[in-house]
């Protein structure tokens, strides 16, 4: 009787020191994370588990969804100083900057470079620069990284293999040059096939085709150039830019209503087998498998235009969290970072999202569709690293522009006119 009553008073000790061994108790001390990532949501609530009990610090991940509701209550939060402690910022480089300029956003360098840099190096260099500026930028920032990518994007074309093959293609070599694209476009209307889908409707997706098509015809100085207003958007090369989308609309290749299509619909036509080619981010390697888990598809730069430059596509960080300098927990929020860009919570977040990680030393176990688009950082570039950016007015011009090539309504030569008339309209307000 004895001995049976101390073993169970041992069984209970022992089980009191396990739990103090694998966890820590809650210490009192708490952080606040806001985002806008829904597929995100559960991965970042286990890993808050993960970090609660390795260190009894809490972290409260905060939803807030649709993108454009989130930035919202970021704008509105920095106007109350009522922001968290660790936030993201959703838009160009220079409402980035604001925030910083304003107070609100705490500069990582000196974390980013302690113990050899080691934080700083275990990133995709490309991601890193998305969140950093540089000596003499043209936001008059001070130089430093001011964020930490969690994840890596970058955006190129995807195309079914088995409708590929039924259109008499080979399915494991997708359309290397631009004709070879065009060639596609031919043979849709026969099969009763969408050709190329994606959310054009969402002007930006095709401000970025565009770009890509501009740095491979006329190489990125020319492009910064021309946003610097040194060349017009008239020139020659930016015709060619501009005719590449009437001449994908006459050979067929693209789907019908593209110019209205949300990104959301387009996914679902590609994921359903209903269009050949998407052109599409990364993520949507975790939004086909959520749609269509038996989906046989790869991913490849956009076709080259042009041998007298590198194609090139937008890439590097995919989602950033920034401190709030002004928060009392900043310290803890470095360290939570820090962890949370580790590569075992790294490779946790890339598997149950499927999306890249940016820690580069995570990348080893995944998927080959993963793998091409993590290949393609090394073609990655974006407005955010140019250190400058066009006139909003002028983006909207150009790419609603291309909206109304598509549909026949307007020539690229009429939409060039058009945009150097705006470009020139913001350059002497600027003056």
């Given at each position: 009787m004895r001995y049976g009553k101390f073993l169970s008073i041992l069984v209970i000790a022992s089980l009191f020191l396990f739990a103090g061994c694998s966890s820590k108790p809650y210490s009192g001390k708490s952080i606040t994370v806001w985002h806008w990532?829904?597929?995100?949501?559960?991965?970042?609530?286990?890993?808050?588990?993960?970090?609660?009990?390795?260190?009894?610090?809490?972290?409260?991940?905060?939803?807030y969804a649709p993108s454009d509701a989130y930035s919202q209550k970021v704008r509105a939060a920095a106007q109350g100083a009522n922001l968290p402690d660790i936030f993201g910022i959703l838009g160009e480089?220079?409402?980035?900057?604001?925030?910083?300029?304003?107070?609100?956003?705490?500069?990582?360098?000196?974390?980013?470079?302690?113990?050899?840099?080691?934080?700083?190096?275990?990133?995709?260099?490309?991601?890193?620069?998305?969140?950093?500026?540089?000596?003499?930028?043209?936001?008059?920032?001070?130089?430093?990284?001011?964020?930490?990518?969690?994840?890596?994007?970058?955006?190129?074309?995807?195309?079914?293999?088995?409708?590929?093959?039924?259109?008499?293609?080979?399915?494991?070599?997708?359309?290397?040059?631009?004709?070879?694209?065009?060639?596609?476009?031919?043979?849709l209307k026969a099969a009763n096939l969408e050709g190329l889908v994606s959310g054009w409707g969402e002007i930006w997706m095709i401000d970025c085709l565009a770009n890509n098509y501009a740095f491979n015809i006329m190489g990125k100085d020319k492009v910064i150039a021309t946003i610097k207003g040194e060349v017009p958007y008239t020139d020659a090369d930016w015709i060619k830019v501009?005719?590449?989308?009437?001449?994908?609309?006459?050979?067929g290749l693209l789907a019908s209503g593209i110019v209205t299509m949300v990104n959301k619909t387009a996914e679902q036509l590609f994921a359903n087998e209903k269009a050949v080619f998407a052109f599409n981010g990364s993520w949507s390697v975790n939004v086909y498998?959520?749609?269509?888990?038996?989906?046989?598809?790869?991913?490849?730069?956009?076709p080259k235009a042009s041998d007298k430059y590198p194609m090139a596509i937008w890439g590097g960080a995919g989602s950033s969290f920034m401190i709030n300098a002004r928060s009392k927990n900043k310290e803890e929020a470095v360290k939570f970072l820090s962890w949370?860009?580790?590569?075992?919570?790294?490779?946790?977040?890339?598997?149950?999202?499927?999306?890249?990680?940016?820690?580069?030393?995570?990348?080893?176990?995944?998927?080959?569709?993963?793998?091409?688009?993590?290949?393609?950082?090394?073609?990655?570039?974006?407005?955010n690293v140019w250190g400058v950016?066009?006139?909003?007015?002028?983006?909207?011009?150009?790419?609603?522009?291309?909206?109304?090539?598509?549909?026949?309504e307007k020539t690229p030569e009429q939409v060039a006119a058009e945009v150097q008339k705006i470009k020139e309209r913001e350059l002497a307000k600027k003056r």
């Open positions: 990532m829904t597929d995100r949501e559960p991965a970042f609530n286990e890993l808050a588990k993960r970090y609660e009990a390795k260190t009894g610090i809490k972290v409260n991940f905060e939803l480089k220079r409402d980035f900057s604001s925030f910083i300029k304003a107070g609100f956003i705490l500069n990582l360098t000196p974390y980013m470079l302690e113990d050899n840099a080691k934080w700083k190096n275990s990133f995709f260099s490309k991601a890193l620069a998305v969140n950093e500026f540089n000596d003499g930028n043209s936001y008059a920032v001070a130089p430093g990284i001011y964020g930490v990518p969690i994840d890596i994007m970058t955006i190129q074309m995807v195309y079914n293999k088995s409708l590929f093959k039924e259109l008499g293609f080979n399915p494991n070599r997708p359309p290397q040059t631009f004709e070879e694209l065009l060639a596609v476009g031919k043979k501009l005719s590449l989308f009437k001449q994908m609309q006459e050979s498998k959520g749609m269509n888990p038996k989906l046989e598809y790869g991913a490849f730069l956009p949370l860009t580790e590569t075992p919570q790294q490779a946790y977040l890339a598997e149950a999202t499927n999306n890249l990680p940016a820690n580069k030393d995570s990348i080893n176990k995944i998927s080959d569709v993963m793998a091409s688009f993590a290949k393609a950082m090394d073609y990655a570039t974006h407005p950016s066009e006139f909003s007015p002028v983006i909207e011009a150009f790419d609603k522009g291309i909206q109304s090539i598509i549909i026949g």
